[in-house]
T-cell receptor
Framework: DSGVTQTPKHLITATGQRVTLRCSPRSGDLSVYWYQQSLDQGLQFLIQYYNGEERAKGNILERFSAQQFPDLHSELNLSSLELGDSALYFC??????????????FGEGSRLTVL | GENVEQHPSTLSVQEGDSAVIKCTYS??????FPWYKQELGKRPQLIID?????GEKKDQRIAVTLNKTAKHFSLHITETQPEDSAVYFC???????????????FGKGTKLSVKP
């Protein structure tokens, strides 16, 4: 158990709909990251938050948005869903350690299926 | 931004043989290079990492080497076992300006199969 909790574990929805994925980081971790994993596509970085503020943005579509709340949990909102959005969405958290990057602890992921 | 290339995409070895996975990165400012293992249906987990001030690091049967000049790093697994079968991802992180830690950019992964 990594200490990172993601809900829901599985989600099936239709095209055009909107869903929200939730992540609770490990206790004490201030940074939260979202990754998308599609078949044969590896782990695509979407966005990073640190202590409530957006820190880095990757290949995140405009239909997607995220935020980190004062209690440090984060939500990833996916709207106007398309078939191609079907993927496993991982949240990860890490301890801030000065200027150095460090280990990411991944949640179990939320598997989204868009029909 | 950073781009990480990983090869091969699939690798099949006999139990007891060695396996080598190679990655290249594009951002010369990158300073942290972890390797993650993802078993089928599971989350990625860190197995070893190396920072840019070190050329090689070893942990039992696993070692990572880094060549900063060539901008490539490699994962070496010796005496492979069936339980080593998984997808392995390399990653690179350059760190962010202002003293914060950076996001990881991952390679596309290598599916390692160890045949008994």
């Amino acid at each position: 158990d990594s200490g990172v909790t993601q809900t829901p574990k599985h989600l099936i929805t239709a095209t055009g709909q909107r869903v929200t994925l939730r992540c609770s980081p490990r206790s004490g971790d201030l940074s939260v990251y979202w990754y998308q994993q599609s078949l044969d596509q590896g782990l695509q970085f979407l966005i990073q938050y640190y202590n409530g503020e957006e820190r880095a943005k990757g290949n995140i579509l405009e239909r997607f948005s995220a935020q980190q709340f004062p209690d440090l949990h984060s939500e990833l909102n996916l709207s106007s869903l398309e078939l191609g959005d079907s993927a496993l969405y991982f949240c990860a958290s890490s301890v801030l350690s000065g200027r150095a990057a460090g280990e990411l602890f991944f949640g179990e992921g939320s598997r989204l299926t868009v029909l | 931004g950073e781009n990480v290339e990983q090869h091969p995409s699939t690798l099949s070895v006999q139990e007891g043989d060695s396996a080598v996975i190679k990655c290249t990165y594009s951002d010369s400012a990158s300073n942290y290079f972890p390797w993650y293992k993802q078993e089928l249906g599971k989350r990625p987990q860190l197995i070893i990492d190396i920072r840019s001030n070190v050329g090689e690091k070893k942990d039992q049967r696993i070692a990572v080497t880094l060549n900063k000049t060539a901008k490539h790093f490699s994962l070496h697994i010796t005496e492979t076992q069936p339980e080593d079968s998984a997808v392995y991802f390399c990653a690179a992180s350059s760190g962010l300006k202002g003293g914060s830690q950076g996001n990881l950019i991952f390679g596309k992964g290598t599916k390692l199969s160890v045949k008994p």
